[in-house]
């Protein structure tokens, strides 16, 4: 049983001599994912749903057993994954981690509304709808997607710090335009939280002109907020644009790491190019940016092995 577990665990991982095999699941399983979200969107049209409702059923149904199934086969695997076989805990409390992290729990939201209306006689509309939240299963196959899952998680402190100040200058916001207009337009800056739509409005410099100061106070006020909320807006997008930008930095780096420890006596055996393949393929980088990097490696290594004056070994 547990060999048989390692050897699923390397099919999802696409690891070792599986890798083909897992390669070939993903984009079964994205394929799977697709044709869900393109179900879901034209199920939302009466005329197409009333039409195909049993295509539709059977699709669903057999879309959250496959999904169901994955769900199960991960938790029951994620103990030879490398990330969980170091633990020091037993076989329960890594799957509880494991169902715990971040990919699981949106493997879990992919089936959970399908399930509870299974489960429950009502109709659910609010649950059909949350069936598109699927798509976020494509996070765990896209490597761009984990690049700005982890990129998130690295800036999470600095995130919740900007969106703090964010939330300081939008009640600032709201109380100063209630107290210039209020009199003025009551319907519309009656109170601080009618006048808080105006506020997060213009402080995304979204501007949807239904609500606008008329007083030249008030202009003066809102052309200072409007000013104010492109620093704002900018703090939050740098924060990401940088931490996305590292992330990338870091997985080359790795990957290059990796390329100069296996490198050896100046060039790279068939098993050696399987496994940084294997690592190229996990870091989600191009084989243009793998094939760089150790065209570089090599090169470096090259000029160490031979003399720079005569060309000769040492």
Same mark, same amino acid.
Request: glycine residues 4%; contains cysteine.
């Given at each position: 049983?547990?060999?048989?577990?390692?050897? =699923?665990?390397?099919? $999802?991982?696409?690891?070792?001599?599986?890798?083909? /095999?897992?390669?070939?699941?993903?984009?079964?399983? #994205?394929?799977?994912?697709?044709?869900?979200? *393109?179900?879901? *969107? &034209?199920? %939302?049209?009466?005329?197409?749903?009333?039409?195909?409702?049993?295509?539709?059923?059977?699709?669903? !149904?057999?879309?959250? /057993?496959?999904?169901?199934?994955?769900?199960?086969?991960?938790?029951?695997?994620?103990?030879?994954?490398?990330?969980?076989?170091?633990?020091?805990?037993?076989?329960?409390?890594?799957? =509880?981690?494991?169902?715990?992290?971040?990919?699981?729990?949106?493997?879990? #939201?992919?089936?959970?509304?399908?399930? !509870?209306?299974?489960?429950?006689? @009502?109709?659910?509309?609010? &649950?059909?709808?949350?069936?598109?939240?699927?798509?976020?299963?494509?996070?765990?196959?896209?490597? /761009?997607?984990?690049?700005?899952?982890?990129?998130?998680?690295?800036?999470? %402190?600095?995130?919740?710090?900007?969106?703090? #100040?964010?939330?300081? *200058?939008?009640?600032?916001?709201?109380?100063?335009?209630?107290?210039?207009?209020?009199? =003025?337009?009551?319907?519309?800056?009656?109170? #601080?939280?009618?006048?808080?739509?105006?506020?997060? /409005?213009? &402080?995304?410099?979204?501007?949807?002109?239904?609500?606008?100061?008329?007083?030249? @106070?008030?202009?003066? $006020?809102?052309?200072?907020?409007?000013?104010?909320?492109?620093?704002? *807006?900018?703090?939050?997008?740098?924060?990401?644009?940088?931490?996305?930008?590292?992330?990338?930095?870091?997985?080359?780096?790795? $990957?290059?790491?990796?390329?100069?420890? +296996?490198?050896?006596?100046? +060039?790279?055996?068939?098993?050696?190019?399987?496994?940084?393949?294997? &690592?190229?393929?996990?870091?989600?980088? %191009?084989?243009?940016?793998?094939?760089?990097?150790?065209?570089?490696?090599?090169?470096?290594? %090259?000029?160490?092995?031979?003399?720079?004056?005569?060309? +000769?070994?040492?």
């Amino acid at each position: 049983m547990r060999k048989l577990r390692q050897t =699923i665990n390397q099919v $999802f991982e696409a690891s070792g001599k599986y890798q083909r /095999a897992g390669h070939i699941l993903d984009v079964i399983l #994205i394929s799977i994912i697709m044709i869900n979200v *393109v179900a879901i *969107v &034209l199920e %939302s049209v009466h005329s197409i749903a009333t039409e195909y409702y049993s295509e539709f059923l059977i699709l669903e !149904l057999v879309s959250v /057993a496959i999904f169901s199934a994955e769900y199960l086969i991960r938790a029951w695997t994620c103990v030879d994954r490398v990330k969980y076989a170091s633990m020091n805990c037993s076989n329960t409390q890594k799957r =509880i981690r494991y169902i715990l992290s971040p990919l699981a729990i949106i493997d879990l #939201i992919a089936i959970l509304p399908s399930l !509870l209306m299974f489960f429950f006689a @009502i109709d659910l509309r609010f &649950l059909r709808v949350l069936r598109l939240l699927r798509v976020f299963k494509l996070t765990r196959y896209s490597r /761009a997607m984990q690049l700005l899952l982890q990129a998130f998680i690295d800036e999470s %402190s600095s995130l919740l710090a900007a969106f703090f #100040i964010m939330s300081v *200058v939008l009640i600032l916001a709201s109380c100063g335009i209630y107290l210039l207009e209020h009199d =003025i337009q009551p319907d519309k800056f009656g109170s #601080i939280p009618a006048a808080m739509w105006w506020a997060m /409005a213009t &402080l995304t410099t979204v501007g949807y002109g239904d609500v606008v100061p008329i007083t030249p @106070i008030g202009k003066l $006020f809102g052309g200072v907020i409007t000013l104010v909320s492109m620093g704002m *807006v900018a703090i939050p997008t740098g924060l990401l644009a940088s931490s996305f930008s590292e992330q990338v930095r870091k997985r080359r780096q790795l $990957f290059e790491d990796a390329t100069h420890e +296996k490198i050896t006596d100046g +060039k790279l055996t068939d098993e050696q190019m399987h496994h940084l393949e294997e &690592l190229r393929y996990k870091l989600g980088l %191009s084989k243009l940016e793998a094939n760089k990097a150790i065209k570089a490696e090599l090169n470096k290594r %090259s000029s160490h092995l031979f003399c720079r004056h005569c060309g +000769k070994r040492p």
